[in-house]
């Protein structure tokens, strides 16, 4: 479950165009889960991908969390896929201004790849769909 649900928030949180279908997907699971366990696992993730500090570890918490509640009307909102994936962008590019304070240049630019990955992902799962 705990993957899945990683799974899915990454997901979320990509907002990229070739993934739209596949996104609109997991914004509907998003629906099911609160903002603190969003966060809980966007920062276990990020701890675990990019080796954070205890403070940075905190630090990153905070702003989870404070994205993840940011994002909460939108992604149970009634607004169509398009229009909450172009809120979220904004929201994402906002969250990743945030953190890129609190990490190094190299674990910046390891987010930066894990999420290029994801994308790829997407990408394959798209093109893996009938």
Do not use: H
């Amino acid at each position: 479950m705990r993957r899945i649900l990683m799974f899915v928030v990454m997901v979320g949180l990509l907002a990229t165009p070739p993934a739209v279908l596949a996104q609109g997907d997991a914004l509907a699971e998003l629906k099911n889960t609160t903002p603190e366990q969003r966060a809980t696992v966007q920062t276990g993730f990020m701890k675990e991908k990019l080796g954070l500090s205890k403070e940075q570890a905190e630090k990153v918490a905070a702003i989870n969390l404070e994205f993840a509640k940011k994002s909460d009307p939108v992604i149970k909102g009634d607004e169509g896929m398009f229009k909450k994936m172009r809120l979220l962008r904004a929201d994402r590019d906002a969250k990743q201004a945030a953190l890129s304070k609190v990490l190094s240049r190299e674990q910046d630019a390891k987010l930066a790849a894990s999420r290029e990955e994801m994308r790829e992902r997407m990408k394959k799962l798209l093109a893996d769909r009938p």
